[in-house]
């Protein structure tokens, strides 16, 4: 039977030779800027579709919107592929409730894990004091924190968490881990529910947020989390800016139970020029760039080509969301 795919026009111009390769009984069809088919000339809600693609094109032209709303409009669809790891956007949801199956992205893992990584290293170790003695001329060991000694408490057990455990452990960092299944694997000491969160905390040297943003996480990283933190502790928030309360952070990093938070997503994108985030002195801020590692393109690209396959051939789609978990 054809499969029925659709996507933006950009999209095809990138994957098309690829896809024509795999030799699948597949009709293609394109919507454009204006979220309209067949060449402007028909509406979404007038299209029935088995697959719908939302590559990065979307994000990159600021086009993701119009896409959220053909998915929305079009008169039938049974699965969404998109290039988001978080699906926190309300319009997930909403696509959800159609009873349209939702999948995911794993391709930001390794290009997360490995900002995570750079950012610990660089704040355990004193990088800019041994240039700064090189450019004195200054001879004088630099004494630094090895990760082998350090604790990780990492929320959340996707793509994202487990390629930052398997990192650390590699350093033979101790991992503990919040997550919906107490399941350990071969990197997790520590395995533990929201309930042992403030227990955990407590014996944390670093702490990364890579869980995703509902209704059970929305700022769970508050006061009374904070106060059992232990002091001194390394923040990491690749996860959502949701996932925090703001105003109980700089409290924590006002008084040095954070010693450094690594930011790199926030309540609002951009981030106000206002916000004391930016001029913090114990803050590291970078603007939801933690994912710009040169795999993630390919990556993307990859996953897709690969589930529409087991799509036609009526096998289980990687990434599908358990509705449940939006």
């Known amino acids: 039977m054809t499969v029925r795919l659709a996507m933006y026009e950009e999209s095809l111009k990138h994957i098309g030779e690829r896809l024509d390769a795999l030799g699948l009984d597949l009709e293609i069809i394109t919507f454009d800027r204006d979220g309209k088919f067949h060449n402007g000339t028909t509406s979404a809600s007038e299209i029935e579709a088995d697959y719908l693609w939302f590559s990065q094109h979307l994000s990159s032209e600021g086009l993701l919107p119009m896409g959220f709303q053909v998915a929305l409009d079009m008169k039938q669809l049974d699965v969404l592929q998109t290039f988001n790891a978080g699906l926190d956007a309300p319009a997930y949801n909403q696509i959800a409730a159609r009873g349209v199956r939702i999948c995911n992205s794993s391709a930001q893992g390794i290009a997360i894990a490995e900002y995570t990584m750079a950012q610990v290293l660089s704040l355990t170790h004193p990088v800019q004091l041994q240039q700064d003695q090189q450019a004195e001329r200054v001879w004088k060991i630099t004494p630094f924190r090895e990760l082998s000694r350090m604790k990780w408490l990492i929320f959340g057990y996707g793509p994202i968490g487990s390629a930052v455990a398997e990192r650390a452990k590699a350093f033979g960092s101790h991992i503990s881990v919040i997550r919906r299944s107490p399941k350990k694997d071969a990197f997790i000491d520590r395995a533990g529910s929201r309930d042992d969160a403030i227990r955990f905390a407590s014996e944390a040297d670093i702490i ?80 939801h760039t933690s994912f710009g590692g040169d795999g993630v393109r390919p990556r993307w690209d990859t996953l897709f080509l690969e589930n529409i396959q087991r799509y036609v051939n009526g096998e289980p789609l990687e990434r599908e969301v358990n509705p449940a978990d939006l």
């Open 208 to 287: 990364l947020l890579a869980c995703s943003l509902n209704d059970q996480t929305r700022g769970m990283i508050n006061q009374d989390f904070l106060n059992a933190v232990k002091p001194g502790a390394i923040l990491v928030n690749i996860a959502r800016g949701g996932v925090i309360d703001d105003s109980a952070l700089l409290q924590a990093l006002d008084k040095g139970i954070i010693s450094t938070a690594v930011l790199d997503v926030f309540h609002t994108e951009p981030l106000p020029k206002e916000d004391p985030f930016w001029s913090h002195p114990n803050v590291r801020l970078t603007p």
